[in-house]
T-cell receptor, first 109, second 114 residues
Framework: EDQVTQSPEALRLQEGESSSLNCSYT??????LFWYRQDPGKGPEFLFT???AGEEKEKERLKATLTKKESFLHITAPKPEDSATYLCAVQGGSEKLVFGKGMKLTVNP | DVKVTQSSRYLVKRTGEKVFLECVQDMDHENMFWYRQDPGLGLRLIYFSYDVKMKEKGDIPEGYSVSREKKERFSLILESASTNQTSMYLC?????????????FGDGTRLSIL
């Protein structure tokens, strides 16, 4: 059974304090690993797709990386507007995505 | 940009009512999905659809049904609403088969059953 575990469940940072969010996964035949950002009261917003180990994607202060067992979302010099819940999901052999429970990031000014 | 539109942001209904949640996407996507999201439980898949008039059960289909009469529209139906169906409901769509395709979400409907 495909599974996704995100850690930590919550993270509090000071503005400018870089850190990484972890997504561990098991899946039969990875077709894609996805990162989303979700603001309170809104739907998840798509950030990145990673397809194979070694791949990296960047967007502003965010960088996503992928190994055969984990993905990391690195946040460099975060700002308060980066505060959100970050979700990781994998797609294996079907059209369904398997989501982690998310990681709530708070960046204090 | 992909746009997924859910008909209501907030909805209040009574126990036993039949409730319809509507979702429309504007990118000619093949796949559409309905989730519910509850604190501590994450996103749970209710139903999904590969094509018009096609539907598949997700992980928690009990008490729900769906309808997809047109490619762009996917409806979730609560046959007889109960208080344990109070939740945030999210609709999503994705392009189709092949290499991993991200799902794009609407802003959700917060449904309260009294």
């Amino acid at each position: 059974e495909d599974q996704v575990t995100q850690s930590p469940e919550a993270l509090r940072l000071q503005e400018g304090e870089s850190s990484s969010l972890n997504c561990s996964y098991t899946v039969s035949g990875l077709r894609g690993l996805f990162w989303y950002r979700q603001d309170p009261g809104k739907g998840p917003e798509f950030l990145f797709t990673l397809y194979s180990a070694g791949e990296e994607k960047e967007k502003e202060r965010l960088k996503a990386t992928l190994t055969k067992k984990e993905s990391f979302l690195h946040i460099t010099a975060p700002k308060p507007e980066d505060s959100a819940t970050y979700l990781c999901a994998v797609q294996g052999g079907s059209e369904k995505l398997v989501f982690g429970k998310g990681m709530k990031l708070t960046v204090n000014p | 940009d992909v746009k997924v539109t859910q008909s209501s942001r907030y909805l209040v209904k009574r126990t036993g009512e039949k409730v319809f949640l509507e979702c429309v996407q504007d990118m000619d996507h093949e796949n559409m999905f309905w989730y519910r999201q509850d604190p501590g439980l994450g996103l749970r898949l209710i139903y999904f659809s590969y094509d018009v008039k096609m539907k598949e059960k997700g992980d928690i289909p009990e008490g729900y049904s769906v309808s997809r009469e047109k490619k762009e529209r996917f409806s979730l139906i609560l046959e007889s609403a109960s208080t344990n169906q109070t939740s945030m409901y999210l609709c999503a769509s994705s392009l189709g088969t092949g290499e991993g395709q991200p799902q794009h979400f609407g802003d959700g409907t917060r449904l309260s059953i009294l």
